[in-house]
């Protein structure tokens, strides 16, 4: 297939005027002006139009596409969902998911993570770990209150990622329209 070739108009012919950029800046300083009054005007008439949200006193519900940071579903017996596939970790492009996979006899599971660490001040919220696992054991969640001082809590270990399958149902709905899976996720494995 032959590549379509755009070619990219490097210079404009602009008139003396415009090469003053007064027109320009006119404009910007008209839009500008407009925004200040209005604003100014439903300050002063107690009926602004701004939208401002007091945080964190108050809190906005983000929306269902929103992309907080990566969690892991638990499921009702507080054990994760994930199989340990490693598919999340190998989509990551910063690698920072580390999974070492484990068996859990007791209860029959022939495949769990044994430990699953993402390191967040290396995640860019891409959300292709969530797109990437078969299982819709990782998703992503609301939370984005990750600021640190030091790098070391920003290690987030199975524990720390774990959320009960029933708060994450929002974003589960979500991706099920989203993403275009072929098989639905395997059940409960015991
Ligand atoms: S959201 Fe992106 S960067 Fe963060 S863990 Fe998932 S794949 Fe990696
Ligand atoms: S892709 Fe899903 S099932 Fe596989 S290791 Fe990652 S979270 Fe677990």
């Known amino acids: 297939m032959t590549a379509r070739v755009v070619h990219v108009k490097r210079r404009e012919n602009m008139g003396w005027f415009q090469r003053t950029y007064l027109p320009a800046f006119g404009k910007g300083l008209a839009t500008?002006?407009?925004?200040?009054?209005?604003?100014l005007w439903g300050f002063l008439s107690g009926k602004s139009?701004?939208?401002?949200?007091?945080?964190?006193?108050?809190?906005?519900?983000?929306?269902?596409a929103f992309r907080g940071m990566p969690v892991l579903v638990a499921l009702e017996d507080g054990l994760p969902r994930c199989v340990?596939?490693?598919?999340?970790?190998?989509?990551?492009?910063?690698?920072?998911?580390s999974i070492v996979p484990g068996e859990l006899p007791e209860r029959g599971i022939e495949r769990w993570p044994e430990a699953f660490d993402i390191d967040m001040s290396r995640c860019m919220f891409c959300g292709l770990c969530e797109e990437a696992c078969p299982e819709e054991a990782i998703v992503?969640?609301?939370?984005?209150?990750?600021?640190?001082?030091d790098r070391a809590p920003m290690l987030y270990h199975k524990e720390d990622l774990l959320v009960p399958e029933n708060l994450l149902k929002r974003r589960l709905d979500f991706i099920r329209g989203e993403y275009d899976r072929q098989h639905a996720p395997a059940e409960r494995r015991d």
Do not use: K
């Open 32 to 39: 500008t002006s407009r925004h200040f009054f209005r604003n």
């Open 49 to 64: 139009t701004a939208f401002v949200v007091q945080y964190p006193e108050e809190r906005v519900d983000y929306p269902d």
């Open 84 to 97: 340990a596939c490693g598919l999340c970790e190998f989509a990551c492009p910063t690698d920072c998911i």
């Open 140 to 149: 992503m969640s609301r939370e984005v209150e990750l600021a640190s001082f």
